[in-house]
């Protein structure tokens, strides 16, 4: 296993190089009083990101205001 033990203090006062080897596709287990409480891992991308198989008719979009919000906001509810 690629990883690597931090004690939490030292990852909460310099976390940045933890991240760094996380990104570089290291595993950084984070420890408290010697127990592992938890760890930072890469992302690995699975496969290809989704897509539609059929372009968008433009013409069912014609007159909405793509400038006008959704939903209504919260804070007029």
Same mark, same amino acid.
């Given at each position: 296993?690629?990883?690597?033990?931090? =004690? /939490?203090? $030292?990852? /909460?006062?310099?976390?940045?190089?933890?991240?760094?080897?996380? /990104?570089?596709? /290291? +595993?950084? +287990?984070?420890?408290?009083?010697?127990?592992?409480?938890?760890?930072?891992? =890469?992302?690995?991308?699975?496969?290809?990101? =989704?897509?539609?198989?059929? =372009?968008?008719?433009?013409?069912?979009?014609?007159?909405?205001?793509?400038?006008?919000?959704?939903? $209504?906001?919260?804070?007029?509810?």
């Amino acid at each position: 296993m690629n990883a690597i033990r931090v =004690p /939490k203090a $030292k990852f /909460k006062y310099n976390m940045r190089p933890f991240v760094d080897e996380a /990104k570089g596709g /290291k +595993i950084v +287990i984070v420890t408290n009083d010697g127990e592992d409480e938890f760890q930072v891992v =890469p992302c690995v991308p699975s496969g290809r990101p =989704p897509g539609m198989s059929v =372009p968008l008719d433009a013409k069912a979009y014609h007159g909405v205001n793509l400038d006008e919000p959704a939903f $209504k906001s919260w804070e007029e509810a």
